[in-house]
């Protein structure tokens, strides 16, 4: 059980501020703990209508930003939604006024009765999360999954109760506004270069993610990846023991470190305690999602199971059961020899040199979109070695041209005409792949619907070529 429980309840009267998704679920949790709730956003007031409608039917106030200030007086907190950023205009009005700003994950935990694993990371945070509440439910366990992977964690947290567990996909926008949060079990699978259009360096970025483990204590755990240089620099004695709990390390090799490691092609345990013959737990042919960086995101999860005590035949089990996600390296087409792969939810370059890693085929990339401040040099490199040919969409075409072989390269101004490109580009034995390494929200209200787009048009070429 969390010992921060309580709180945002008849008590209280707080401010919402941004009606995303995240937003509307702070709304409706709060409203139903009692509390009086306000709600601001910014945005054009007739894209608001519907939210608006939703939030003052269960008794929500909209507050025009214009207004803040008649409200001030009244609010005892504010809560605030990870799209908005903490330099806003909004935030700094509200924090002018002595308001306290929580994050929602914030005030998710300190509702929360149940124990929570909290993972973050550049790339594989949705696969991983998912995994690892699929292999705390085959330990028999009710599991609640929200944050960053697409339904607000302040609504698992709601209903979790203490047998339970809780885990969440958590993003850097998220942990920048925590106070006490708090996770049992804290997780960072790798750091790489993005929303460098929000923050001004690497280090910036990182330090964000840092925070998940900020508030732990020594009956906590942390899990990290060794492999990777800025999570694995944290094992460096000389990094300052940053890490204020047990910390469990995995890798592709075993060091003196690495609790969690493959040998012979099989992921294998070395009991930090007891017993220290190593165990093995799998091998890596029964992991059922493609790419090496997936071995990374299992064994990532495997640890997480392991250090909450699962038995590591129940995780095999689990592991063997998942599936891979939508817009996650998911194949959607075949047509006369060529396979279609939507990797929709690939918005940052890491994710792309992962996803073109994964294949020995020859590749035609569909790739671009808005740029989130980050470097393309060196996705550029593994395109020019991994891709027969790209396809380039969106604002940051010009800026991806730039960096890979331009006798290789196409233009499309719609999903539709990028795959028809690439479906002439390619031959039988071919992999047209969708991986953006780019936000959508140019041509797209969001990868899903980037990701649903080319699963039409890949499909349409199957009717075509019937």
């Not at 506004?177 to 259009?197: A, G, Q, V, Y």
């Not at 599936?323 to 075949?334: D, F, G, I, K, N």
């Not at 006798?407 to 479906?423: H, K, L, N, P």
Request: charged share 20%.
């Amino acid at each position: 059980m969390n010992g921060n429980i309580g709180g945002f309840d008849a008590r209280e009267r707080v401010l919402v501020i941004g009606l995303g998704r995240s937003g509307l679920a702070s709304c409706a949790v709060l409203r139903a703990r009692g509390a009086s709730v306000y709600a601001t956003d910014e945005k054009d007031p007739a894209a608001l209508a519907d939210a608006r409608a939703a939030i003052e039917r269960a008794g929500v106030r909209f507050v025009p930003p214009g207004d803040l200030e008649k409200v001030a007086g009244e609010l005892t907190s504010a809560v605030l939604s990870p799209g908005i950023p903490l330099n806003g205009s909004l935030v700094r009005r509200v924090q002018a006024a002595r308001i306290p700003v929580f994050s929602e994950i914030e005030v998710a935990y300190r509702i929360c009765k149940a124990p929570i694993v909290a993972l973050t990371g550049t790339k594989g945070k949705t696969t991983t999360t998912a995994l690892i509440g699929e292999l705390f439910r085959h330990a028999g366990f009710t599991t609640h999954v929200g944050g960053n992977i697409g339904n607000a964690l302040i609504t698992e947290t709601a209903v979790a109760e203490p047998e339970d567990w809780v885990v969440a996909e958590v993003s850097s926008f998220q942990l920048e506004s925590i106070r006490s949060f708090k996770p049992r079990i804290s997780t960072i699978l790798n750091i790489s270069p993005d929303h460098l259009d929000r923050y001004h360096s690497m280090d910036e970025y990182a330090e964000a993610k840092f925070r998940i483990f900020a508030n732990q204590s020594a009956g906590d755990a942390f899990v990290g990846n060794l492999d990777d240089p800025i999570v694995g620099a944290l094992a460096d004695p000389e990094a300052g023991n940053r890490i204020p709990c047990r910390a469990y390390w995995f890798g592709r090799t075993p060091r003196r470190l690495t609790t969690l490691y493959v040998r012979n092609e099989r992921i294998t345990y070395a009991p930090p305690s007891g017993d220290p013959r190593p165990v093995e737990v799998m091998p890596l042919d029964e992991i059922p999602l493609l790419g090496a960086h997936n071995v990374a995101n299992v064994m990532a999860a495997v640890l997480v199971g392991l250090t909450a005590g699962i038995a590591p035949d129940v995780l095999r089990a689990g592991v063997r059961a998942f599936r891979p996600l939508p817009h996650r390296l998911q194949t959607v087409a075949e047509v006369d020899g060529v396979i279609y792969v939507d990797d929709s939810k690939s918005t940052n370059p890491g994710s792309v040199i992962a996803a073109l890693e994964t294949f020995d085929a020859p590749i035609v990339l569909i790739a671009g979109g808005r740029a989130k401040g980050t470097d393309f040099a060196a996705m550029g490199e593994v395109v020019k070695k991994r891709a027969k040919a790209v396809v380039l969409i969106g604002e940051a075409a010009d800026e991806i041209s730039s960096v890979v072989d331009p006798a290789r390269t196409a233009r499309a101004a719609s999903m539709d005409e990028a795959v028809a490109i690439a479906r002439a580009l390619a031959t039988s034995g071919d992999v047209v792949l969708l991986s953006p390494g780019c936000a959508s929200f140019d041509m797209f209200g969001s990868a899903e619907a980037r990701g649903d787009a080319f699963a039409r048009a890949a499909s349409a070429q199957a009717v075509a070529h019937g």
